[in-house]
T-cell receptor, first 115, second 114 residues
Framework: AQSVAQPEDQVNVAEGNPLTVKCTYS??????LFWYVQYPNRGLQFLLK??????LVKGSYGFEAEFNKSQTSFHLKKPSALVSDSALYFC?????????????FGPGTSLSVIP | KAGVTQTPRYLIKTRGQQVTLSCSPI?????VSWYQQTPGQGLQFLFE???????NKGNFPGRFSGRQFSNSRSEMNVSTLELGDSALYLC?????????????FGAGTRLSVL
């Protein structure tokens, strides 16, 4: 069965420090991978996606993610965290063999950036 | 371009009642998906509609149903509400042709069942 894990429920980082939010997946084949962010009382906003090609993907708001096939990971990173980055982050996976919009989301990681 | 619009934003219902939630996708998007978000279960896929047809369905009881209209707007219905149905219901739209498509989410409808 397809699944996505985000091993940390909560990540705390000081403003200006680099941040990493971890994601690992268990999906057959070569999945498409996504990161979304959710601010309080809001829907999810797309940050970036990996389809194929370069393992380092750059996205919105200075975020990037590194795809590692051997470790089945897709960690989200940012070189310098902002207080405004504090939010809930979701990793997601889709099966490229279907056009169905069925997305498997991870449980989410709450990021707190401390001033 | 207007984003995904969900109405109403908040709903309070009592057990046993039924409720209908509405979602207007981004113009030109033909796929609409629904998700239930709760603190305990996270984001769970309910179902997806494409061109008025349900293409995929999650693992929810038959009390949860949906439909899509010819203008791609979608509604979700929950009958015989239970306390456990209290959640944030999110709608997402995409062009729907391939798995590369990005889903765009609405702000959600927060349903409270008393």
């Amino acid at each position: 069965a397809q699944s996505v894990a985000q091993p940390e429920d909560q990540v705390n980082v000081a403003e200006g420090n680099p941040l990493t939010v971890k994601c690992t997946y268990s999906v057959s084949g070569n999945p498409y991978l996504f990161w979304y962010v959710q601010y309080p009382n809001r829907g999810l906003q797309f940050l970036l996606k990996y389809i194929t090609g370069d393992n380092l993907v750059k996205g919105s708001y200075g975020f990037e993610a590194e795809f590692n096939k051997s470790q089945t990971s897709f960690h989200l990173k940012k070189p310098s965290a902002l207080v405004s980055d504090s939010a809930l982050y979701f990793c997601a996976v889709r099966d490229p063999r279907t056009s169905y919009d069925k997305v498997i989301f991870g449980p989410g990681t709450s990021l707190s950036v401390i001033p | 371009k207007a984003g995904v619009t969900q109405t109403p934003r908040y709903l309070i219902k009592t057990r046993g009642q039924q409720v209908t939630l509405s979602c207007s996708p981004i113009s030109g998007h033909r796929s609409v998906s629904w998700y239930q978000q709760t603190p305990g279960q996270g984001l769970q896929f309910l179902f997806e509609y494409f061109s008025e047809t349900q293409r995929n369905k999650g693992n929810f009881p038959g009390r949860f149903s949906g439909r899509q209209f010819s203008n791609s707007r979608s509604e979700m219905n929950v009958s015989t509400l239970e306390l456990g149905d209290s959640a944030l219901y999110l709608c997402a739209s995409s062009q729907g042709q391939t798995a590369k498509n990005i889903q765009y989410f609405g702000a959600g409808t927060r349903l409270s069942v008393l």
